[in-house]
């Protein structure tokens, strides 16, 4: 069967790039051109609906499911760089959730006095094929919610910072579908 031989060699081939490609994009790494702003990212945010466990009750909540949003690497650094200049930040995924009136339920940015019901969790995997998750619980909130997630290297202090912020969602289901679309924001610290 010389022709399904041909198609496996080549599907072969086909996947060995694909694969290559993956690992050359430093898969979990947003990829940003620091002449041109251009990025390439595999970054995802999904949420979908779960429950937590609360004082002993099942509680309506969210899981916000992000993938591949670990690293902002800048490339294409120019020549005169100052010697040491940051080429690559690490993240933390980070939630903003607002119920129907716009008052924000919860945060996690790391701010004093953010809102954060009670059994609300984070959990984060160091292999960056595999989700880290925050639970929000939302039980009794007023809806539609709207959920933004960002990924961000920035911390209490001076340092230069970078961010990668998935557009926002607002849901009266508790869902909302994969969406890969974001933007990229540099912080150049005090």
């Not at 339920?105 to 969790?121: A, L, N, R, T, V």
């Amino acid at each position: 069967m010389p022709g399904v031989t041909l198609l496996l060699r080549r599907s072969g081939r086909v996947v060995l790039l694909a694969a290559a490609l993956l690992l050359a994009s430093g898969c979990g790494e947003i990829l940003v051109d620091y002449q041109t702003g251009a990025t390439t990212s595999s970054a995802t945010v999904e949420v979908v609906p779960t429950t937590v466990t609360v004082g002993g009750a099942a509680v309506d909540a969210i899981d916000v499911q992000v993938r591949y949003c670990d690293a902002i690497k800048w490339t294409n650094l120019p020549a005169d760089a100052p010697p040491g200049y940051p080429t690559r930040f690490a993240l933390n995924q980070r939630a903003v959730v607002k119920d129907s009136t716009g008052t924000t339920i919860f945060s996690d940015y790391g701010y004093e006095g953010e809102p954060q019901p009670q059994g609300w969790y984070q959990t984060s995997d160091a292999d960056p094929s595999l989700l880290d998750h925050i639970v929000v619980p939302v039980g009794g909130v007023s809806t539609p919610l709207t959920i933004a997630v960002g990924c961000t290297s920035h911390t209490a202090g001076t340092a230069p910072a970078v961010t990668w912020s998935f557009a926002p969602c607002t849901t009266a289901d508790r869902t909302c579908p994969l969406s890969r679309d974001g933007t990229y924001t540099y912080f150049p610290g005090a």
